[in-house]
């Protein structure tokens, strides 16, 4: 048994210099600035926060997707950040990211079955074809698809059902943790709460972490154990799901209350 936490966030910074215009003054663009937070094994914890305020680049970085300027990650006690590609490979298979837009990550001329199989042949997790297609099959069920979605194009399915095969894919690599990126922001509100009872259905199978990223309130308080709050690229708050709006909280944590207090809330996933 080790005692270190899943993922591990210290400091962790990212600027972007980006000009105004074609030939206009540079300036700093501060995406993420000092976040630290941990994620214990089997947690979901979700960070949240208004459009630009970082939590996509949190997702890019601890996914190796883009680099920090400053800080460290550390997953299961050992540090990623910086990484070489053919050092990043074995981590690529145990912490995926599953992004908002299940069509772009999906490619629309190949079948359901061989874009779930290759990762698993590429990355090792399954030693032939046969396995990796009885594999694909297997996982379909899991997340709720039947079998002969193998032999169907992307297009095929509605997009509750790509984000279906999404998960499957990053399953299929056997992954310990999900990055998840607005992995419903997309789809309605229904659909969205099958995606998120799905989701916790394979937690408790699989005993898989989440960092589930969102901008909607209401659907992380449901679904996290804890919640971050990120301002300007900066945590504000790092609280229990249960506490949140039962205690003083951080500005932005209010507007963000406020603002769900307009929204309709979520079937099926009360708290
Ligand atoms: N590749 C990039 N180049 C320049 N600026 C970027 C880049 N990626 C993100 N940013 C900026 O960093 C900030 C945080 O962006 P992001 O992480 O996408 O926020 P969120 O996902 O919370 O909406 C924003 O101001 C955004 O414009
Ligand atoms: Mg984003």
Redesign the pocket.
């Known amino acids: 048994m080790t005692a270190s936490p899943l993922l591990e966030i210290h400091g962790l910074t990212r600027h972007?210099r980006?000009r105004t215009g074609l030939f206009g003054p540079r300036h700093e663009?501060v995406?993420v600035e000092g976040v630290d937070f941990s994620i214990e094994r089997g947690e979901i914890v979700g960070i949240i926060?208004a459009?630009?305020?970082?939590?996509?680049?949190i997702g890019r970085l601890l996914t190796g997707l883009d680099e920090p300027d400053g800080g460290e990650i550390l997953f299961d006690g050992a540090r990623i950040d910086g990484l070489s590609d053919r050092a990043r490979r074995p981590l690529r298979r145990r912490l995926q990211l599953v992004l908002q837009d299940a069509s772009s990550a999906l490619n629309p001329r190949r079948r359901v079955g061989p874009q779930i199989a290759t990762p698993m042949l590429r990355l090792g997790v399954a030693g032939s074809r046969e396995e990796a297609r009885e594999r694909t099959a297997q996982l379909l069920g899991l997340v709720g698809l039947s079998p002969d979605a193998a032999e169907r194009y992307p297009h095929e399915f509605s997009g509750g059902q790509r984000q279906r095969i999404n998960i499957a894919r990053s399953l299929g690599v056997e992954a310990e943790c999900l990055i998840l990126d607005e992995p419903t922001s997309a789809l309605d509100v229904s659909v969205q709460a099958q995606i998120l009872a799905l989701l916790l259905e394979l937690r408790q199978q699989l005993g898989l972490t989440y960092l589930f990223i969102s901008h909607n309130l209401a659907v992380v308080q449901s679904f996290c154990d804890r919640i971050l709050v990120?301002d300007e690229?900066r945590v504000v708050e790092n609280v229990a799901a249960r506490l949140i709006g039962r205690r003083a909280m951080a500005p932005a944590t209010l507007r963000l209350l406020e603002a769900d207090l307009s929204m309709s809330p979520v079937p099926g996933v009360t708290s």
């Open positions: 972007y980006v663009v995406a926060g459009s630009g305020s970082g939590k996509s680049t990120l690229g």
